[in-house]
């Protein structure tokens, strides 16, 4: 009898806390009834405890032991949901140990208490009770794991557009305002981790004559190992872009919510004797859903790959290639208290990069003390679909210049 008290006692405590945390933080509704349910069973198993002392020693309640084996067989039930979620998705042996250990204690219980004869009033509703509780846990646990983390993903919209170029007074430079439009027609809101727009001059002559079957080849080629998706063309010679100007256009952590839209507008300028022939415009923001994730504000700045020893070296090994790195990072928590309390710590890194041919945001989340580390693909796509990391692109949007320097 104390050992089976002990193990529904132990069961409570636990299933209390991570309940009443879920049940008024989890970020999403199904995480919220989680809670719910945990409250519901703690409950239910600290009057399995007391009913498991009237039923061994006073039996002052005729059904005290039905209560006893329902709050151990849900004792049990919840447990081994526990433990499964740990052993799937957590880091702590700990937490894992505890469930098993619990799950074992409730197992036993149940078969102790069904051997001292427990009398089961209407046990055909009993056991609908039964079978009804462990369909709903069965279905709120899939539709958690299987079905959410697959759902078709919402994604928001960016637009690039490009204004009426504006002269100098000196006549020795222009610019071209870029209106950057980003909206949200999904059903759950966006952290903006990062953003990024840069703008290409590239330098497009045209040949006197027609270009030849091999010269397309060798632009197709090209499309392999450049970001930049040139045309094939019959008469211009589409040379690799340049960089001349980039920048962010939001504030790293804030948010977008559904319905909302952000609007801003940046310029580029060139002076009026450039040698390129036109302009290409792109812009891209780094993302987390709301929804699955809990962003630590600030996303604070913590190195830069050219200085110092705290950029991770596959970061420092980019700058062979000409490409530096600005690094941001900021603490994550988990969509639910289960998660929160048994997985490790864990950052978000966002990683702001920029070079002669283009610039670019991603980000990626990583155990606290391990975010040096280069994710591999699966991993990445893990990370992704767990946390609801989406990046967005716009552009190119190109415009010639061939108007504007006409004015010289």
Known sequence: MAVIVLVLLLTTLPLSLLGVDDLF??????????????????????LGAAAILDHWFWRSFPYSGAVALIGAFAAFVTNLFLLVETTKDGDSATFSALFAALTAGSAWAVVAVWRTSVVIPAPKRVAAALVVSSVIAIANFGYQNLYQPYQRETRPLLKLSTGKPDVSQDGKAFAVPVDITFENHGTVGFYVLGTEF???AEHVPLSKTDRLREQWRTDAEQWASSQEK?????????????????????????????????????VVQLPIDTPYDQVAIYASASLARK???DLEAPIQFKAYSWKG???PVWVKEQEKSGLDTLIYQARVHENNAIDEHTRKPRNVTVYWEFGAHGSNVSSAVAPKGEESRQLTGEELAEVRSRYGLVDVLAGPVERTLWDIKSRQ
């Open 230 to 266: 040139n045309p094939l063309s019959r008469r211009e010679i589409h040379q690799p872009g340049q960089l001349v100007q980039a920048q962010p256009w939001m504030n790293p952590g804030d948010w977008i919510d559904p319905g909302d839209e952000f609007s801003v507008r940046v």
């Open 309 to 311: 020893n705290n950029a």
């Open 25 to 46: 933080h989890a970020l999403t509704f199904p995480g919220r009834i989680t809670g719910a349910v945990l409250i519901a069973v703690a409950l239910t198993t600290l």
């Open 291 to 293: 929804d699955r994730l």
């Open 198 to 200: 840069h703008a290409m």
